[in-house]
């Protein structure tokens, strides 16, 4: 899924990130996705992309996110902010109060309805 926008390094990237995907077990569309979004947030925290979301350029790297949250015995998930953003979209009120836990379950409900 390289696109036109993308240098030669970030083709070589998302063909290095799909290939270590698919390694791992990840099907052919799933090994796609994460190369893309991990390539294309890549390319927001470095000034590449014309358009990014806060979260993209705020939030710590694919690389590093992926070490901190390997090998831990519970799923952390969704940061509170990534919540918060997608809570946002959808419009959820009272977000600013919630907690992570609360904004996980009003967005996971929304999803489900």
């Known amino acids: 899924m390289p ?7 970030r083709e070589r ?7 270590s995907a698919k390694e791992r077990g ?10 893309a979004r991990t390539v294309n947030k890549e ?7 014309r358009e990014s979301s806060r979260l993209s ?11 901190q949250r390997a090998h831990r015995r519970s ?3 969704r940061t509170r902010d990534q919540l918060y953003e997608e809570a946002r979209d959808m419009g959820i009120e009272g977000r600013s109060r919630m907690t992570k836990d609360q904004l996980r379950r ?4 929304r999803k489900a309805s």
């Open 75 to 77: 799923p952390r998930g």
């Open 3 to 9: 696109q036109q926008a993308w240098s030669g390094k």
């Open 57 to 67: 350029r705020t939030d710590i790297s694919s690389g590093r996110r992926g070490g």
């Open 13 to 19: 990237q998302y063909e290095h990130i799909k290939k």
């Open 106 to 109: 009003a967005v996971d409900r």
């Open 43 to 49: 390319r927001a925290r470095s000034g590449e992309a």
């Open 26 to 35: 990840a099907g052919e569309g799933r090994a796609q996705e994460i190369a």
